[in-house]
């Protein structure tokens, strides 16, 4: 692992392009080496061995001077093969040696230092969470660190923590609920079908996710008000490979043509059109006086919700069904063109919802020809509960 090929700029520059509003740098994984100089791992780190750099530091300030992207770091709690971390875990944490000498002071070490605006703790679960001093680590972070006001942090604190406390719930990898949770969730998830968050140099282009399956989980994710996090494994030189790169670019196209639709909506009423529908909405008010700013989702009211329905497949008849959304006569449906312009589209009433004529529509005008969104005000009210 040399890094020879590393530009902190060009990752900056491809995670912008990507549209995404936050990153998460695996600061250190469960091997133990950590891509910043500490005390703890002292001649195991991206100083001392191999690319002779910061790493971290190198990141954060390229991601900090491209701007609009949050800063955040994982951190492996247990380390696989750290002779001390397994005699504390054979005693059944009748030792505490590890926690005490490594993994606490690391922890403080790279929070105190590189200040993230998102904490990503993983390689809890072998362990209590007041083995890992997790109470006193979170009433440390915040009351007196210097992120306190603004850090948001996961689930993973120790065994029993997981899925029930922390600022988000981040469950299992590849998190994905059946129906809209009631707390903030992500939806850990990596870009290599074959599962591996690590660079494969064996991989191919068959092995990772076209633009249409990540679009795809990204719809589903924010129409039940997940976040989602997307893995790649950069190389042992350093470098995003263009194919992940590429894939990035495309995302973000899709992505950035449609940020009303994804960064300033939550979940709706309902979540997706009918389980056989490649049809998924997302809301947003015009006017939120009154409105609990952390709601889980949107109610349906004529004058005030704007409705976004997220089509994932282009259909074969040229007409989309949306039978959840209810007409009224001041019903408007429009479609997302590229450059932020509105087209508007036809439609019909139709068993109980619409029916919308995408017809006479050529996909030039598309920023994606895979997946497409429609904008539709004043349908009728409803009054419907989600989260039950
Ligand atoms: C984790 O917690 C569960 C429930 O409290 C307990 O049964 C289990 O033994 C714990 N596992 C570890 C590794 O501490
Ligand atoms: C928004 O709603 C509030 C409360 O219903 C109302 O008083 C206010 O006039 C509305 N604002 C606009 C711009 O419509
Ligand atoms: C839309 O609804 C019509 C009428 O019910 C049906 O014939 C058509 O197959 C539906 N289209 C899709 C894509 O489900």
């Known amino acids: ?18 549209g995404a509003k936050y990153v998460v740098l695996t600061t250190k994984h469960h091997e133990g080496y950590t891509l910043w100089p500490n005390k703890q ?9 191999g690319p002779a750099r910061d790493l971290v530091g190198e990141i954060r300030d390229a991601i900090l001077k491209v701007g609009g992207v949050h800063w955040g770091t994982y951190f492996s709690l247990f380390e696989w093969f750290n002779p001390i971390y397994l005699a504390d875990k054979a005693s059944r944490g009748a030792t505490t040696n590890y926690v005490d000498q490594v993994s606490y002071p690391q922890l403080i070490d790279l929070i105190s230092n590189y200040k993230p605006d998102v904490i990503w703790s993983d390689g809890d679960w ?4 007041n083995y890992w001093r997790s109470p006193e680590f979170l009433a440390w972070l915040y009351n007196e660190s210097p992120v306190k006001d603004t850090v948001v942090t996961n689930d993973r604190w120790g065994n029993g923590s997981t899925c029930l406390h922390g600022g988000y719930l981040t469950c299992q990898d590849h998190y994905l609920p059946n129906q809209l949770p009631t707390r903030k969730w992500e939806d850990s998830d990596t870009i290599d079908k074959r599962g591996s968050y690590g660079y494969r140099r064996t991989i191919t282009a068959d092995d990772v996710l076209s633009p249409l399956e990540v679009i795809t989980r990204l719809v589903q994710v924010i129409s039940k008000g997940g976040n989602y996090l997307l893995n790649i494994g950069p190389d042992a030189n350093g470098k995003i490979i ?9 995302i973000g196209s899709f992505v950035n043509a449609h940020a009303e639709a994804i960064f300033s909506s939550k979940p709706w009423i309902f979540q997706n059109d009918n389980t056989n529908s490649p049809v998924w909405y997302t809301s947003q008010l015009r006017n939120t006086t009154g409105f609990d700013p952390y709601r889980i989702y949107n109610p349906q009211q004529q004058q005030n919700t704007i409705v976004y329905a997220f089509v994932l497949s282009w259909p074969d008849d040229n007409k989309v069904n949306l039978t959840k959304v209810i007409p009224t006569s001041s019903t408007v449906v429009n479609l997302f063109g590229s450059n932020n312009q509105l087209i508007p589209l036809k439609y019909t009433q139709q068993s109980g919802g619409i029916q919308v004529d995408i017809s006479g529509l050529s996909v030039t005008k598309f920023p994606s ?15 419907v509960n989600p989260v039950g």
Not at 41 to 49: G, L, T, Y
Not at 369 to 383: G, H, P, S
């Open 1 to 18: 692992f040399t890094a020879i090929d590393f530009d902190p700029n060009a990752f900056a520059n491809i995670i912008k392009s990507s």
């Open 242 to 250: 263009p194919l992940f790169e590429e894939r990035l670019r495309q």
């Open 126 to 129: 072998e362990m209590s969470y």
């Open 369 to 383: 020809t895979d997946a497409f969104v429609l904008k539709i005000e004043y349908a009728a009210d409803q009054n």
């Open 41 to 49: 791992s002292w001649s195991w780190n991206a100083v001392d061995v």
